[in-house]
């Protein structure tokens, strides 16, 4: 009983690694998304053509061939980065260039008439975008950026193979070392489900209170 008390402390010091790894990847994909999703709406014909390349090449090429170039081959041109940040990069920019047409969608969901509305009250361009357009949009973002999120959570596992020591890394060791498939891979497939279940329940919390919020200024 005291062996897998251990093993357990080391899946639970997996967990918290994968929690630091989505985290931090979810904040880079939020700003990503923004980027790009905004870049390609753009007026300007280089913004929208760069910001198509992104989305275009990493929605097109494997996470896992994302992830070894982070880690593996940037050293080659002078970049080197730890397994924890080489995660944090490949998951966030694979992630974000999907959230990215979430937010592209969304804004160009928003009817013209809001937009008119802007007009009519004389606001900017960005003014109009940033009190009128986006509050709304965000709204029809947040389910989309959950199952983004959750994605996320899951592709964590990849970081395994460059020796992050995430869950499923530590779920491999304790295999390993007590030749026990069952108990470890049911533990962290537990782990995975719950993490994901807060995900969905902050998201679904955030979308009440914004809903909440834009029904108050309507009225």
Same mark, same amino acid.
């Given at each position: 009983m005291t062996q897998w008390s251990g093993?357990?402390? $080391?899946? #639970?010091?997996? @967990?918290?690694?994968?929690?630091?790894?989505? !985290?931090?990847?979810?904040? $880079?994909? #939020?700003?990503? @998304?923004?980027?790009a999703g905004m870049?390609? !709406?753009?007026?300007?014909?280089?913004?929208r053509a760069l910001a198509t390349a992104y989305i275009e090449f990493f929605?097109?090429?494997?996470?896992?061939?994302?992830?070894?170039?982070?880690?593996?081959?940037?050293p080659f041109a002078g970049i080197s980065l730890t397994p924890l940040q080489a995660g944090v990069l490949?998951?966030?920019?694979?992630?974000?260039?999907y959230a990215a047409e979430v937010v592209r969608g969304a804004i160009q969901s928003i009817g013209r008439e809001q937009y008119e509305a802007?007009?009519?009250?004389?606001?900017?361009?960005?003014q109009g975008m940033r009190h009128v357009i986006l509050p709304q949009a965000l709204l029809v973002m947040l389910p989309t950026f959950g199952n983004n999120a959750i994605e996320l959570l899951k592709a964590t596992a990849v970081v395994s193979l460059i020796s992050l020591t995430d869950l499923t890394f530590q779920a491999q060791v304790v295999r390993a070392q007590t030749g026990n498939t069952l108990v470890p891979f049911t533990t962290i497939l537990i782990l995975y489900f719950?993490?994901?279940?807060l995900i969905s329940w902050g998201v679904r919390s955030l979308e009440r209170r914004m809903a909440r919020g834009l029904d108050g200024v309507r009225a």
């Open positions: 093993y357990f402390g $080391l899946i #639970l010091q997996g @967990a918290l690694v994968t929690i630091e790894l989505t !985290l931090m990847g979810s904040v $880079l994909a #939020l700003f990503m @998304a923004f980027l870049g390609r !709406l753009s007026r300007f014909f280089m913004v929605r097109g090429t494997s996470i896992f061939v994302q992830l070894f170039w982070a880690y593996f081959v940037l490949a998951l966030g920019l694979n992630v974000g260039a802007c007009t009519a009250l004389n606001l900017g361009r960005w719950i993490l994901a279940l």
